[in-house]
């Protein structure tokens, strides 16, 4: 759902509200960690668009008021399987006896760290009061317009 947009709102602002309300449901998932007791000091993105997409990254860093590390693996989820392939043989097969120890040889980050500039914060954390609100009256019960959309839809599809 884009709430706001009228007949001058340019393409450009529509990416960008997309890409912001990513970040906003990152940013969800972040607090509802952090008010079950799990706290979350700092972030690592991997992949292409975290190591393409610097307005991305800062974006992200800005929402969530963490600094954002980058993986230097381009391939991170392969990356990842590979850990677990040399767990799985073990140190005596020349793997590793841990995910920890396989992640400490195996992987970097890149020099390039995203951190949050207070400005933004303080405008972002004004937009993600808002978008709280909005998530939880159109997200959880309070207004079922999504779902019924949602349905609307599949009746025209199928009678199409």
Do not use: W
Not at 19 to 44: C, K, P, Q, W
Request: charged content about 25%.
């Amino acid at each position: 759902m884009i709430i706001g947009c009228t007949l001058l709102t340019k393409l450009e602002e529509i990416y960008r509200a997309l890409i912001e309300a990513t970040a906003y449901g990152t940013r969800m998932i972040i607090d509802n960690f952090e008010e079950h007791g799990i706290s979350v000091n700092e972030l690592y993105a991997a992949g292409g668009i975290a190591q393409k997409d610097e307005m991305m990254m800062q974006i992200y860093a800005d929402v969530t008021n963490r600094k954002i590390r980058i993986s230097a693996s381009a391939q991170a989820p392969a990356l990842g399987s590979a850990m677990f392939g040399a767990v799985a043989a073990g140190s005596p097969r020349g793997g590793y006896d841990s995910i920890v120890d396989a992640a400490k040889a195996m992987t970097k980050v890149l020099d390039r760290v995203y951190r949050p500039i207070p400005e933004n914060v303080e405008i972002y954390e004004k937009l993600y009061q808002e978008y709280r609100i909005l998530h939880d009256y159109f997200g959880r019960g309070q207004n079922d317009v999504m779902k019924r959309l949602r349905e609307i839809k599949k009746s025209v599809v199928r009678s199409s």
